[in-house]
């Protein structure tokens, strides 16, 4: 019967004390609930629906952030990873252990007597849950459907795009927004309208600079930060070229425009598939027969620029 009750009371596997209360679940009876395991605390007051099993940091980030962002929904909307987490976006180099959250409230503050106006300290960090200072100009539609107790605030997506960008460097934003062009949730136009609302904020030079490169054509994030490293270098891209070798068409990640280099992301690095790598092998065969030359890069090599570049200019130097 708690069981029921739990998977009833919460909402995106989340629910508060308040809701507990509701239908007769004391605090006593949430502590032995954490105890077994059948129920797992998020932060004061907030719960999840557990079943024993081990769970992803990004999961419990997004649980995380519906449980703050139900408690802050009069005065803040989820934002920067925590928004594009919810969304079921990937994030690069996000603090996971951190929920991010854009204030809604006027930080100015006016003293009634005097009439001096004075700012409050807007931005407020406490352990696992930032609240950043108003972002003017934002629009947020209403909060979600359903019961007041369940509503919460989020900002758009392209706005948490460019949030993510300033915490974590144009990777972080370019990852998760490479994703959200390709599945429809925002677009190039929409991100370049959006930026003009963090003109002057500290770290958005280099972030915007970036939105030239967002491609919904890049199929990963491994793909993402490839292009991101060789455009980087100097290198011109032209992503999923298709190519008809031997009677046979294939669409390598990236071609070096104006060359006969393609380059390949290979985020899997070992193939336990015997038949896959006979098959990836014999597709190199066909494009060298043909005169292409192929540089693949593995994550490691996504920290290691130099060694790309050498890699990339052998390649043109075989090509040419």
């Not at 992503?239 to 031997?246: A, C, I, K, M, N």
Request: hydrophobic fraction near 45%.
């Amino acid at each position: 019967m708690v069981a029921m009750d739990l998977r009833q009371i919460a909402r995106g596997g989340v629910f508060s004390t308040a809701d507990a209360t509701r239908v007769g679940l004391d605090s006593n009876t949430l502590r032995r609930l954490v105890r077994e395991g059948r129920c797992l605390r998020l932060a004061r007051g907030w719960f999840a629906v557990h079943d024993g099993h081990a769970i992803s940091a990004e999961r419990l980030h997004v649980l995380r952030a519906g449980a703050l962002g139900r408690q802050y929904a009069a005065r803040a909307a989820v934002s920067h990873h925590s928004r594009l987490l919810l969304t079921g976006l990937p994030t690069y180099a996000a603090d996971l252990a951190t929920v991010h959250l854009t204030s809604v409230v006027d930080p100015f503050r006016a003293d009634v007597d005097s009439g001096a106006v004075s700012r409050r300290n807007a931005t407020v960090r406490r352990p696992g849950v930032v609240v950043h200072e108003p972002l003017a100009g934002l629009r947020l539609g209403p909060s979600s459907d359903g019961p007041v107790s369940w509503r919460m605030r989020v900002v758009p997506v392209a706005v948490a795009l460019l949030q993510a960008g300033l915490l974590g460097g144009p990777e972080a934003f370019l990852v998760p927004a490479d994703a959200a062009v390709r599945s429809g949730a925002t677009t190039r136009e929409e991100l370049a309208e959006v930026s003009t609302l963090f003109r002057g904020h500290t770290g958005i030079g280099p972030v915007r600079a970036a939105l030239s490169w967002v491609d919904g054509r890049h199929e990963s994030p491994g793909e993402t930060r490839t292009a991101h490293l060789v455009r980087s270098l100097g290198f011109e891209l032209e992503p999923q070229v298709e190519l008809v070798v031997e009677g046979r068409r294939y669409r390598p990640d990236f071609r070096l425009r104006g060359t006969k280099v393609l380059v390949e992301f290979d985020g899997a690095v070992k193939y336990d598939d015997r038949r896959a790598l006979f098959e990836e092998k014999q597709r190199e065969d066909a494009l060298r027969r043909a005169g292409w030359v192929v540089v693949r890069i593995v994550w490691a090599d996504l920290s290691r620029p130099q060694v790309v570049l050498a890699r990339l200019q052998a390649a043109f130097a075989t090509a040419a």
